[in-house]
């Protein structure tokens, strides 16, 4: 078994820790929303498959320079569509060899889900740069500190039920990053392109953390 993904092509991870993950019925202008995230701290964007029109707004947001990847790929079709318009990374909600196989002949990390020890062991094999626990609230960040023992050198994404008032004990716990989701990107703010709302609960969300910083 691999025990050492490949990390540094997500190396900046480890100084940004958070990645938004955007579900919204609508997204007014993709770009945008980037840099309001950005404005609060968080340089990590992820739209996912269960929004309409989401390879439009990846490219958009890729074209304008923003580090984007897309998340809840099941099919190595969805990994394709994904990297060919710009997205930077690829996130599964579990362990999808063929998305892992599709992300590696594109080319693009990709972030493979798991819940169990198994799991994680079975998503290193496939090649993932990083392993997202979900849903992370199913056990807690304890969880995380209990992984650290037989996954070492394996980096873990706390991902599912994180917010701004247990995002800390999460990487304090052992998790690289944390996936924001509802608390910092409500799909009625994102879909009325409410950004400063977006930025306010962006900057909230990393001080609460203790990361994070505009540029």
């Given at each position: 078994?691999?025990?050492?993904?490949?990390?540094?092509?997500?190396?900046?991870?480890?100084?940004?820790?958070?990645?938004?993950?955007?579900?919204?019925?609508?997204?007014?202008?993709?770009?945008?929303?980037?840099?309001?995230?950005?404005?609060?701290?968080?340089?990590?964007?992820?739209?996912?498959?269960?929004?309409?029109?989401?390879?439009?707004?990846?490219?958009?947001?890729?074209?304008?320079?923003?580090?984007?990847?897309?998340?809840?790929?099941?099919?190595?079709?969805?990994?394709?569509?994904?990297?060919?318009?710009?997205?930077?990374f690829l996130v599964t909600p579990g362990c999808r060899?063929?998305?892992?196989?599709?992300?590696?002949?594109?080319?693009?990390?990709?972030?493979l889900g798991a819940l169990t020890p198994t799991e994680?062991?079975?998503?290193?094999?496939?090649?993932?740069?990083?392993?997202?626990?979900?849903?992370?609230?199913?056990?807690?960040?304890?969880?995380?500190?209990?992984?650290?023992?037989?996954?070492?050198?394996?980096?873990?994404?706390?991902?599912?039920?994180?917010?701004?008032?247990?995002?800390?004990?999460?990487?304090?716990?052992?998790?690289?990053?944390?996936?924001?989701?509802?608390?910092?990107?409500?799909?009625?703010?994102?879909?009325?392109?409410?950004?400063?709302?977006?930025?306010?609960?962006a900057r909230a969300f990393t001080a609460a953390c203790?990361?994070?910083?505009?540029?």
């Open positions: 078994m691999n025990s050492r993904p490949a990390l540094p092509a997500l190396a900046a991870l480890q100084d940004d820790r958070v990645i938004a993950v955007v579900r919204a019925p609508r997204i007014p202008d993709a770009p945008a929303l980037c840099a309001a995230l950005a404005a609060g701290g968080i340089h990590w964007t992820e739209f996912t498959y269960t929004t309409p029109e989401v390879t439009k707004h990846l490219r958009r947001a890729a074209q304008s320079g923003w580090r984007v990847g897309v998340g809840t790929v099941l099919t190595a079709e969805q990994a394709e569509r994904g990297a060919a318009v710009g997205a930077s060899p063929e998305v892992a196989e599709a992300a590696r002949a594109a080319g693009v990390p990709v972030v994680v062991a079975e998503a290193v094999d496939l090649g993932a740069a990083a392993v997202k626990i979900f849903p992370a609230r199913a056990f807690g960040p304890g969880y995380f500190k209990d992984l650290r023992g037989p996954y070492p050198g394996v980096p873990l994404v706390a991902s599912g039920g994180v917010n701004a008032g247990n995002a800390a004990d999460f990487l304090g716990q052992g998790a690289l990053a944390v996936c924001a989701g509802t608390d910092v990107v409500p799909p009625d703010a994102v879909a009325a392109g409410d950004w400063a709302e977006i930025t306010r609960r203790g990361v994070g910083t505009p540029r």
